[in-house]
């Protein structure tokens, strides 16, 4: 049974080729021996000796990559599926075609509608081991792309953020709690034109092929209106766009909440509220850091480094992102604080990641080193921070 349906699927696969039907194929559900390795994807690229097709191998924290003609790549992969790839999904314009390799020699072939309209480039210098697929149909209604597939000129900065972004939030993903997970729900504050909340819809759903719902929360009626719009028109019937202000969204059982450049202290609301929800990941890159400037008092030790408008306005920068950290931490989260792209695509390049941790953490230690930095710059009031402490106190009020 198996062996037939593996046949059907790479027969499937070689008929798109023959046809220049055939978009993408991803194999999953890696149990061969490298430890690392968690799927490969096959695409076809353009060389100087002809088409060729590129098999992408993705390992936890990198990539590499080999090209074989066509005859040797049907080999290869009739070789490793069913042996070292449990699962396959072909991506053709004309269906979707998921194969699945149960134990007990036991599989399904299932086909579906086409998630891909039109074959992508194969030009030889498209970008290398992009996550993003540049022919996806949201990308030109979102204005990134024109019709056939190119990235507009004005948009490269925006088009290298989306990647960057799915990149890493890829990698966050995989070296997560919910690695494991079929289910998702991801939730994006402050999702302004959707450009990252349609990417990160259509690389959990489509390209890793998981179960998942995706909603963005922004207070601009026009581009919630916009965004679900696009979502419709690409059937990405589990995104969502919804109007409302962060602080007053119900987020429930959320298991990654993301808010990228959401202005000032909205990025305190949308942690906090992946905080209380449980989230497993949090990932944000915060942006116009305006609260704890007009607070801080520099310390006299600092005074003459801190006269200067640009040094306070970094310290402050440095010094929010900071206490968001550690109050991550306090909250039980392991975290992460890197710049997630080069300064020439944006200078908001801060990310903050907070990945659930089930370790003992030692509250007072972390809540002794809070207060005394606040001290330290005089610093009054931190909006995480109340909303956290708020929280905290919640229950004795209510007694
Ligand atoms: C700079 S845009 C970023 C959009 C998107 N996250 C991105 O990175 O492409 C910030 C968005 O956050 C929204 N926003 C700011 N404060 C908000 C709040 N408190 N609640 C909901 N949306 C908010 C704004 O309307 C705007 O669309």
Redesign the pocket.
Known sequence: MSAENISKFVELLSESLQKQTFVKLTLGNYRGKDPHLQKLLIRLVKTKKGSRLFFLYRFDTRDTAKNFDQEKALNIIIDILGKDFFSGHLFTVENDHQLDIGKKGRSRLNKGKPTFKSLPSIDHDREKNILVDPNSFYLKALGITTDRGEIRAKQHD?WK?INKFIETLDNLFENSPLADRRKLRIV??????????FATYDHFKNSRGLDVEVIG????DQ?VRLGNDIARSSEFTGLSFVN????N?DLKNTDIL???????T?TD?AIFKGIKAGADLIVC?P?CHQQLRPQIKPPAMLKDVLKHGIMLEREAETLTDGLRALLLEESGYKTKVFEFISTEHTPKNNMIVGIKSDKTIDESRIRSQIEKIKSFYSIQEQRLDELLSANRNLPELIA
Do not use: E, P, R
Not at 188 to 197: F, N, P, Q, V, W
């Open positions: 925006k953020q994006d504050m402050g999702s302004g034109k959707g450009y990252l909340t929360v922004d207070t601009k581009l409302g202000f962060i602080d969204f993301i808010a990228l450049h959401a202005c000032n909205a609301d890159a942006c």
